[in-house]
């Protein structure tokens, strides 16, 4: 008979402090039920609420709690790496603390690992509680990285899911500072599965991603992932040269032979200078996504933080 297996749930959560104590009610009775050993990681992403406070009140009543508690905020991909470093478990479970993820699906994440699959992922079936604007570009979002990316990626997920131990050891191999953690997980390949879920509203208090955060995101996901922009603004920038070496060719010989009447064109002038201009400067802006985030890299600062006099650490 082989040894109970041991389960990490890793759960990033930033201002939660309206949300937490209800998530981990709802966790529990979901782990009291498997018959598994479970370490449950906390990680504090530098909160400014009583969301430490609770988690350390948890962690007095249940020994198999773990606070993180990160120096600032450092953002949600920050924070589910770190869980996954401090996590030891046979297989490690991601899951948001808003409940927006439902607890109740990590029983069939452990379903499929124990078939032999090596990450489990949830594919949103549905999305409750958001506006239809971010539903609309959420989904677009998702299409176009599947476009764009070199790594096929799987439609309408997120971070929630299962990764076996050999999968997490294999990902923290992985030191990029701009991280797309759904990504980088495609990116290693191993027998993966998706299990379909209905995405619940959140139990209270609001979204933590801006428009900005959600923008950065798609941004590491595209930049991260795929060199195709910039091959794409190689072949528009070598489609207008190609155009005005015609154009400047059939100019010339109308010239030599006195073909047609050239009428000087200001307006028109001014819109292809602009236009061009304009595409010059997306292509710079290309360039300049991809430099920074080699600058990034080439500074190789760490990726988080952990403030260890507010942490509760039993791992």
């Known amino acids: 008979m082989r040894p109970m297996q041991t389960i990490s749930i890793v759960a990033p959560c930033f201002n939660e402090e309206l949300v937490i104590y209800e998530f981990y009610i709802q966790l529990k009775k979901v782990i009291d039920l498997l018959p598994y050993k479970f370490q449950v ?17 948890i962690c007095s009543d249940d020994v198999r709690v773990n606070l993180l508690s990160l120096s600032r905020n450092f953002g949600h991909e920050a924070a589910s790496t770190c869980g996954l470093h401090y996590s030891t478990g046979d297989a490690v479970i991601l899951i ?28 949103r079936l549905s999305r409750q509680g958001e506006s239809k604007s971010k539903l609309f570009f959420a989904k677009k979002f998702y299409r176009v990285l599947q476009m764009l990316s070199d790594v096929h990626m799987p439609l309408d997920t997120g971070n929630f899911r299962l990764l076996d131990r050999e999968v997490v050891d294999s990902f923290l191999m992985m030191n990029e500072s701009n991280r797309f953690v759904r990504g980088m997980t495609s990116w290693l390949g191993f027998d993966q599965i998706s299990v379909p879920f209905e995405r619940d509203s959140r139990f209270a208090g609001a979204t933590k991603y801006s428009l900005s955060n ?31 070496t015609l154009f400047s060719l059939i100019v010339l010989i109308c010239k030599l032979f006195s073909i047609g009447v050239f009428t000087p064109g200001y307006a028109s002038l001014i819109i292809l200078i602009s236009f061009i ?12 996504e991809y430099l920074g985030r080699a600058f990034a890299e080439v500074k190789n600062r760490p990726i988080f933080v952990v403030n260890k006099k507010n942490s509760l650490i039993r791992i």
């Open 41 to 57: 990681i906390f990680v504090d992403d530098g909160s400014q609420d009583r969301t430490t406070k609770i988690i350390r009140d």
């Open 96 to 123: 948001d603390a808003d409940l927006q993820d439902p607890p109740k699906i990590i029983k069939l994440f452990l379903e499929e690992w124990e078939k032999g699959w090596q990450v489990v992922y949830g594919t």
């Open 214 to 244: 959600s923008m950065n995101l798609a941004f590491d996901g595209v930049f991260g992932f795929s060199i195709k922009p910039l091959r794409i603004a190689t072949v528009v920038g070598s489609f207008f040269s190609i155009g005005a």
């Open 277 to 288: 201009g304009g595409i010059q400067l997306l292509c710079i802006g290309l360039i300049g």
